[in-house]
C-alpha cells in the first residue's frame, strides 16, 4: 500500500550538512502525517520532524533552528535538510507515514545511516 525508499545519509563532518529525501509510493491520505526518524546504537528511535500533506510542520526541540522537512507533491518525497550537524547526529535516519488513529496505518523506510565526525 505504501513503500518508503529513504536515502541521503553518509559521513560528514561537524558543521557540515546533508539532505535527507524519502521516496513514497502508494497513498497517502490527508490526515497523514509523514516524519523523520533516528535512531542512535543503545538509544530509542525518536522523532526528529514532522509535516503533512498541507505542509504543516512539527520540530522537536533538537532540529529548531538546523533541520528543515519539507515535501513535494510533485515528487511525492520527504526531504529532511540538515544543517550545522554534530556528532550526536549519528544515527539510523527513517522516514516514516502514520495515519490518524484509528487506522493503524504506519510505514517505515529503511533506514539512511548518518555520520558525524568530530
Avoid at 542512535?40 to 528511535?45: D, L, S, T
Avoid at 522523532?47 to 533538537?62: M, R
Amino acid at each position: 500500500q505504501v513503500q518508503l525508499v529513504d536515502s541521503g545519509g553518509g559521513l560528514v563532518q561537524t558543521g557540515g550538512s546533508l539532505r535527507l529525501s524519502c521516496a513514497v509510493s502508494g497513498s497517502i491520505f490527508s490526515s497523514d502525517v509523514m516524519g523523520w526518524y533516528r535512531q542512535a546504537p543503545g538509544k530509542q528511535r525518536e522523532l526528529v520532524a514532522s509535516i503533512n500533506i498541507l505542509h504543516s510542520t512539527n520540530y522537536v526541540d533538537l532540529a529548531q533552528g538546523r533541520f528543515t522537512i519539507s515535501w513535494d507533491n510533485a515528487k511525492k518525497t520527504v526531504y529532511l535538510q540538515m544543517n550545522s550537524l554534530k556528532p550526536e547526529d549519528t544515527a539510523v535516519y527513517y522516514c516514516n507515514v502514520k495515519g490518524s488513529w484509528p487506522s493503524g496505518r504506519n510505514y517505515w523506510g529503511q533506514g539512511t545511516q548518518v555520520t558525524v565526525s568530530s
